[in-house]
């Protein structure tokens, strides 16, 4: 640095200081840590340079994992063995940045939701057909963790439901309101799956069942998807195929039990 090989105590750019080596530096170690030297974002002395980490545990404090001893950066995990040490979670994720989990595994019985990289609610195997889930191991069954859309299949995500592969059921999905609609599971993976085909889970679970005054009463709110027909909850229809259960198709609305 500037002064380096001479006396050096009244040439140092400031901040930089002379050290007992007679080279300017950014800090002395010897004057404590967080070195009253260095900057917030930077707060260690090592080898005359401020750093962000010293140690493991300066980087955790941050969210991150290992201290390079190297560097003085803070660096992601490289295994899961990482993140227990560092109580961070099960799973080291490809970025380096630890989670919850990375699969089902690392939950015991309950899923791992691909998209947040943290346990499921719920437990293995306990959520029915056309019921929210984030996870394919919430769903009973040989069911997926499907996502709808509003309009079914063409429109906007509006949540991710259980239901059966198409490949598993053929024509069987067809009817009760219900048809294999093209999707992809809440995992990213492309596939067809038995899902409401003019209505939502939520307006098949509530037609027929569920009180209402008004057609905002039924179905998900904010979207067309369901009718208050004779104070009773219900979906519009064209043929009895788009009706729950044992509903038919009267004057373009399922009605009947």
């Known amino acids: 640095g500037e002064g380096e090989g001479e006396e050096c105590e009244d040439t140092c750019e400031p901040p930089r200081v002379c050290d007992p080596n007679e080279e300017c530096v950014e800090c002395l ?9 260095c900057q917030d974002d930077r707060p260690f002395c090592r080898g005359g340079l401020c750093a962000i980490c010293l140690a493991d545990d300066d ?17 992601g995990c490289q295994v899961d063995a990482d993140c227990t040490a560092a109580d961070l979670g099960a799973a080291c994720l490809p970025d380096g940045t630890c989670a919850e989990c ?17 346990c499921s609610d719920a437990a293995s195997d306990s959520v029915g ?5 984030v996870s394919d191991e919430d769903c009973d069954g040989e069911r997926v963790c499907a996502v709808a859309r509003w309009p079914p299949q063409v429109g906007e995500e509006i949540g991710t439901y259980c239901g059966w592969p198409c490949v598993e059921l053929g024509s069987d999905c067809w009817g009760g309101g219900t048809d294999c609609l093209d999707t992809e599971t ?3 993976v492309q596939t067809q799956v038995c899902l409401p085909s003019s209505s939502t889970c939520e307006a098949l679970t509530d037609a ?21 027909s004779g104070m009773t909850c219900s979906v519009e229809c064209t043929t009895d195929a788009d009706c729950p259960g044992a ?3 009267f004057d373009d609305v399922c009605g009947g039990d």
């Open 129 to 133: 057909r056309c019921e929210p889930c």
């Open 186 to 188: 809440r995992g990213g």
């Open 29 to 37: 170690e010897a004057e404590g840590s967080p070195d009253p030297g």
């Open 208 to 228: 027929g069942e569920t009180h209402c005054d008004a057609d905002e009463d039924c179905g998900v709110p904010d979207l067309d998807d369901a009718v208050c």
């Open 59 to 75: 980087c955790r404090a941050l969210g991150t994992v290992l201290c390079d001893p190297a560097s003085g950066e803070c660096v």
């Open 102 to 118: 990375a699969d089902s595994g690392d939950c015991g019985n309950r899923g791992c939701d691909p998209r947040t990289n943290t």
């Open 247 to 249: 509903m038919e198709c």
